[in-house]
C-alpha cells in the first residue's frame, strides 16, 4: 500500500480501563473481531472487520494518575513525526507525548492544538494504518469539535498544509478540509448552545460506517451506551452521536441511506 499523503487520517485508537468490556461492546455494535494483546506494547489490542484491521483498544498505562477518561484518539500521517512535531509548536498547539518509535510498526506522537483538540500523529512503518475504510465496521469520516475556530482552522491549515472550505450556510459555520484532491479528509464542527455544555471538551468524533444506523444505534443502548443525537438523515447518510458505556463518543453512519442534495462550499 502507498504511504497516505500528510494529514490523511490513517487510524484510531481508545484507551479503556475495561478493555474486555469495550471489546464486548464494539463487537456487538460494529462486527469487530479481535487480535491477541501486545504484551510488549501494554497490551495494545487491534480490532479487525473481516479480517482486516480497523481500530484497537488499549489499557490505561502501568502508573498513570487517577482513572483516564476513554476516548478516541484520530491519527494523522506524517512523513516524519519528529518534523510535524515541531510544525505543532510553531503553530501553537502542544506535544502531550514526545515522538516515540513503536517497534517496527512506525513513530507516533500525541498533541494538542491551541483550543485543546487532542488528535495522534502516525508515520507509517510496518503498520500503515486502517486495512479497511468506508466500508461497514470501519472508519468512514471525522471532525474536529472546537469553541474555537478560528484557532483550530488556523492550527490544522499550516502543520497539514490543508486547504479549507466553508459550507455556504448563514446559519452554520462548518468547514471541511482537502489535500489538494476532489475528496475532504476531515470537517470542522463549531460546540456551541445547550448540546455542548462547558464540561465537554474539544475533540474529534470518529464516524464508524454501519449496514444500518438505527439497529446499530438500538443494539450500543441496549449494551449500556447512550444515543446522543440522532439517527438523523442528511446528504452524507444516516448518522448518529452515542456515548459508549466507557465514556467516549463517536458516531455511526449509514452511508448508503443518503437524504437531501449535497451542500456547497464557498
Same mark, same amino acid.
Given at each position: ?32 473481531? =479481535? ?7 501494554? $497490551? ?18 502501568? &502508573? ?30 502542544? +506535544? ?5 518509535? +513503536? ?13 485543546? +483538540? ?44 490543508? $486547504? ?31 448540546? =455542548? ?14 449496514? $444500518? ?7 450500543? +443502548?441496549?449494551?449500556? &451506551? ?20 466507557? &465514556? ?19
Amino acid at each position: 500500500m502507498a504511504a497516505r499523503p500528510e494529514g490523511t487520517p490513517v487510524w484510531t485508537d481508545a484507551m479503556y480501563t475495561d478493555v474486555e468490556g469495550a471489546k464486548t461492546f464494539y463487537g456487538d455494535v460494529l462486527g469487530w473481531s =479481535f487480535g491477541e494483546a501486545s504484551t510488549e506494547y501494554g $497490551n495494545y489490542t487491534q480490532a479487525y472487520k473481516d479480517d482486516k484491521a480497523v481500530a484497537a483498544v488499549v489499557p490505561p498505562m502501568p &502508573g498513570q494518575d487517577g482513572e483516564p477518561a476513554s476516548a478516541w484518539c484520530l491519527y494523522l500521517a506524517s512523513d516524519d513525526v519528529a518534523a510535524t512535531a515541531e510544525k505543532i509548536r510553531a503553530a501553537g498547539g502542544t +506535544v502531550l507525548m514526545e515522538p516515540m518509535r +513503536v517497534g517496527d510498526f512506525g513513530s507516533m506522537c500525541i498533541a494538542r492544538d491551541p483550543s485543546g +483538540v487532542a488528535f495522534g500523529v502516525w508515520q507509517g512503518g510496518e503498520h500503515e494504518g486502517f486495512e479497511r475504510e468506508g466500508e461497514p465496521g470501519s472508519y468512514a469520516w471525522a471532525e474536529i469539535f472546537t469553541r474555537e475556530p478560528a484557532k483550530s482552522d488556523a492550527f490544522f491549515t499550516e502543520v497539514f498544509g490543508y $486547504n479549507s472550505k466553508k459550507i455556504k450556510d448563514e446559519h452554520m459555520d462548518y468547514r471541511v478540509f482537502d489535500l489538494g484532491g476532489p475528496q475532504p479528509v476531515l470537517g470542522r464542527m463549531v460546540m456551541s448552545g445547550e448540546d =455542548f455544555p462547558p464540561e465537554i471538551p474539544s475533540y474529534i468524533q470518529i464516524y464508524f460506517a454501519v449496514d $444500518n444506523c438505527d439497529l446499530a444505534v438500538d443494539r450500543a +443502548v441496549a449494551l449500556g &451506551g447512550k444515543k446522543v443525537f440522532g439517527p438523523m438523515d442528511s446528504p452524507f447518510g444516516r448518522f448518529a452521536a452515542i456515548v459508549d458505556p466507557q &465514556g467516549a463518543a463517536f458516531a455511526v453512519i449509514d452511508e448508503k441511506t443518503t437524504v437531501g442534495d449535497m451542500p456547497e462550499f464557498e
